[in-house]
């Protein structure tokens, strides 16, 4: 390995030389041995590190926040100002809900590192004299690559072989079409753009085959060279940025609640540590502090649930995304038909079927040695000849901007070209036409008559191409594309996908979920419509890719939401219509594909849905990969989403109410009562235990009804909701006071003894109300959920009569507390219950 390095200049190197720089074989490639001593040195082919969190980086995230710290501190203060015992039991509940805390994430982590390993990208490489798939992490300088259609480029390399080999490298040179490459050397001063004889990192074969030596790796490579200076950060999502404003909300109502109790505690002259003590554990107690913990676990569990349907979650925060997506954007083959092209026949001018159609079409496709296309094969497969009297001469292969495929091929006696593509494309091309009856006859006076039986085909649901033919000098040894003119137009050949037998189903179901399917498609408008009402989509609006051409960006926007196929779509555009739909704040987009240029579309998307069988681009850009190219796989994905979503909002509805409304309760009971409501360690041991129950959620059942429409994230809502419910806690803890100073006559223990069981059992209990929407009978909460709330409701009637009841001070109640603490909580059920019902009446959400 010594003296092994990344080639700065290698375009400027012959290849030959390359191989002797890196100690690689220009057969067998490098031995299994050197690849990973390698690895060790230069690292992994990665462009960006990802920031994975290690177990102790992990743990350590979960004391960061800034009010955990000052009670820490402020404990370890207060320990060594005597209060010894107290300290240590704070600090330990404080570690305790930390080490809780990790446990989650740690183990929500872990689950989707097993589920992106499904997905990861994968590179061909020799090693060994044996071609072995890799992961592409793992490609080192020296692998000798190998490419065909639809590969994504691993790393930095030098062709050394290549055949008819186009890259699509528009990340790096924001160049559309593709790039025709060949192996030759290059002067040090090329620009990239032009450097014909490299393949770059993070681009994608188009068509065509290749060997290629990786010269650099990881951030040496010029995408590394980007994103180094770039070094930006996937965009936030919704879900991400609700968060986060909910956070700050927390962060404003805390503050403003803990200053105020700090301040009436020092007026009434009570102990200023304590009082700060107090202060700080009413703040923790505000914050749901295991709320990163819950959302990674309940997104972690929501992807393992997807997976099971076949939905792979590459991005945790999209899940929000998929759920609320009220469009889904997405190509019809593949995805509303079979996605397997197939012969209906060869039809001459007239549309009479013809065998010479069919046999030239058979020899362009048999002979074609480029782009890999099921077109090529479904003609194959329709009827086979015998080619022997034909030997290949030359070949133009297919690119996206003639759209055509030539071939020439000799039969001793004389060479023939025959061109198959799109109709426009091969009818431009021509000078003649030829008629049923073999006459040759002037283009000009059947162009009419061929657009016509286009249009005729089209609205019949079939895809048309066209097939036109010359002869041409004997000499000839090779074409290119200049030959391509004068041809004489033979006919079509007419090719169609069918119906998947489920689709119906499938977009209806879309709709029950408030899902618009709208149509992407490269085709013409007369398929595109056609597929589309077989489909449900009556009376379609479309617009095609030319329109797109005469329309300003704003009248798109205003557009687009209402047309619900866009047909002839040129693959830069389709990004153009997914931005124009999210333009619209009430739009959530989601954009499936798994063509090789749907990748600016997917990652303009909120939701970038793509496919396993999907080239690597498509799937390093996507927020989901399914398992299985089936629109009803998406439909389950969507409720899976809307499911883990609606769990993570039963966190947020539980954790804020009861919190706010216990704080909201101690804030006012400092003005009246002489002592501290309860001790700053009983506060933090209450807030404890009422997160175990919530720690459940993340497995609980959710109505159907919570999955019927999109859902977004609404702090508004939320706001009302933690207003509403913990008034309401908050008036019930006041019957509490009331009951205990003039009724029961309560000593300091008493009160704070009775409180504490109340609170805990009270919150524990209404998590069955706030959960679900319905009456609590109505709706079946998971036994996980329940036996912890059981647990709870135990630990905490048990609880004064064991050691932890002299650890935390509180007393074992006689049976007339008890008794009171019973019809307090049912009496705050049952008005939990009747105060949701009104709530979610005048309340849409």
């Not at 681009?617 to 009803?632: G, Q």
Request: with cysteine; charged share 20%.
């Amino acid at each position: 390995m010594t003296g092994i390095h990344q080639e700065k200049e290698f375009w400027n190197i012959s290849a030959s030389e390359l191989f002797g720089r890196l100690s690689s074989n220009k057969t067998k490639g490098l031995s299994s041995y050197q690849a990973k001593e390698r690895l060790t040195t230069h690292g992994e082919n990665v462009v960006k590190a990802t920031r994975k969190k290690d177990s102790i980086s992990l743990l350590i995230s979960q004391f960061k926040s800034p009010i955990i710290v000052i009670f820490i501190v402020t404990a370890a203060l207060s320990f060594f100002l005597g209060e010894e015992e107290d300290s240590i039991i704070i600090i330990v509940i404080v570690v305790t809900s930390g080490v809780l805390g990790f446990w989650q994430e740690k183990g929500a982590s872990d689950a989707v590192d097993k589920l992106l390993a499904i997905v990861q990208p994968k590179c061909k490489v020799i090693r060994d004299g044996k071609i072995q798939q890799v992961i592409s992490e793992n490609v080192v300088p020296g692998d000798l690559a190998v490419f065909k259609s639809g590969d994504t480029v691993a790393a930095d390399c030098l062709i050394t072989e290549c055949k008819d080999l186009f890259v699509n490298e528009a990340t790096l040179t924001g160049e559309s079409y593709p790039s025709e490459k060949c192996v030759c050397s290059l002067p040090k001063e090329t620009p990239l753009r032009e450097r014909v004889n490299c393949l770059f990192m993070g681009t994608f074969v188009v068509s065509g085959t290749a060997e290629a030596l990786i010269a650099r790796t990881g951030t040496e490579t010029e995408l590394g060279n980007i994103s180094e200076k770039l070094k930006h950060r996937a965009p936030e999502t919704e879900f991400e940025h609700g968060v986060k404003r909910f956070g700050y909300f927390l962060l404003e109502i805390t503050l403003m609640l803990v200053i105020s109790i700090l301040v009436i505690n020092i007026y009434f002259h009570r102990p200023v540590l304590d009082s700060f003590l107090f202060s700080l554990a009413l703040a923790i107690g505000l914050t749901p502090q295991l709320l990163p913990a819950i959302i990674s676990v309940n997104l972690a569990h929501g992807a393992k649930r997807m997976a099971a349907e076949k939905v792979i979650v590459k991005r945790l925060e999209s899940i929000e995304n998929l759920g609320s997506m009220n469009i889904l954007c997405a190509d019809k083959t593949g995805t509303l038909t079979a996605g397997e092209v197939k012969v209906h026949s060869a039809i001459d001018l007239e549309g009479n079927p013809s065998q010479k159609v069919l046999l030239y079409a058979y020899v362009n496709a048999f002979y074609e040695t480029g782009f890999v296309n099921p077109i090529d094969k479904a003609i194959k497969e329709f009827h086979k000849f015998d080619t022997s009297p034909y030997s290949k001469v030359g070949e133009v292969p297919y690119d996206f901007i003639r759209k055509r495929l030539s071939i020439i091929v000799s039969d001793n006696n004389s060479c023939l070209m025959v061109t198959k593509g799109a109709l426009q494309n091969v009818v431009s091309s021509c000078m003649n036409a030829e008629s049923a009856s073999g006459e040759i006859l002037e283009l000009s006076s059947v162009v009419e008559a061929i657009q016509n039986k286009y249009e005729e085909l089209g609205k019949k649901g079939f895809r048309v191409l066209g097939v036109s033919y010359k002869l041409i000098d004997t000499s000839r040894s090779s074409i290119s594309k200049d030959d391509e003119v004068n041809m004489t137009f033979a006919g079509f050949i007419v090719l169609f996908d069918p119906i998947k037998p489920d689709v119906i189903e499938s977009v209806n179901a879309l709709k029950k979920l408030g899902i618009a399917l709208k149509l992407i498609t490269g085709d013409n408008k007369h398929v595109a419509v056609h597929v589309g009402q077989r489909v449900g989509l009556s009376n379609p609006r479309v617009i095609t890719g030319s329109d797109l051409n005469h329309i300003s960006i704003e009248a798109l926007v205003k557009l687009a939401t209402q047309v619900d196929i866009f047909a002839e779509i040129a693959p830069n555009q389709k990004e153009q219509i997914i931005l124009a739909l999210r333009r619209r704040a009430a739009n959530v987009v989601g954009y499936m594909g798994d063509g090789i240029n749907d990748a600016s579309a997917l990652h303009a998307a909120d939701a970038g849905i793509s496919v396993d069988t999907a080239a690597d681009p498509l799937k390093e850009a996507a927020d989901f990969v399914l398992l299985e190219k089936n629109l009803n796989v998406l439909v389950k994905g969507v409720q899976e989403g809307r499911r883990t979503f609606a769990n993570t909002l039963k966190y947020v509805f539980m954790a804020t109410s009861a919190n706010f409304g216990n704080m909201f309760s101690m804030a006012g009971a400092s003005f009246f009562l002489s002592y501290l409501p309860l001790l700053p360690k009983q506060i933090l041991f209450l807030n404890l235990l009422t997160d175990f129950p919530e720690m459940t959620i993340s497995t609980d059942n959710v109505d159907p009804e919570s999955v019927e429409n999109p859902r977004r994230w609404d702090l508004k809502f939320i706001s009302k909701f933690m207003l509403v419910f913990g008034l309401l806690s908050t008036v019930f803890d006041y019957v509490t006071f009331a009951v205990l100073i003039f009724l029961l006559h309560a000593n300091i223990d008493e009160f704070r003894s009775t409180w504490f069981t109340e609170s805990l059992i009270s919150a524990s209990l209404v998590v069955l109300v706030i959960r679900t929407r319905r009456p609590l009978f109505k709706s079946k909460p998971r036994k996980y959920l329940v036996l912890a709330i059981l647990a709870i409701v135990g630990l905490t009637l048990a609880i004064p009569i064991t050691p932890l009841g002299q650890l935390f001070e509180l007393k074992s109640l006689s049976i007339t507390y008890l008794i009171a603490i019973s019809l307090i909580v049912l009496s705050y059920i049952f008005t939990a219950e009747v105060v949701k019902k009104i709530f979610y009446k005048r309340t849409k959400y």
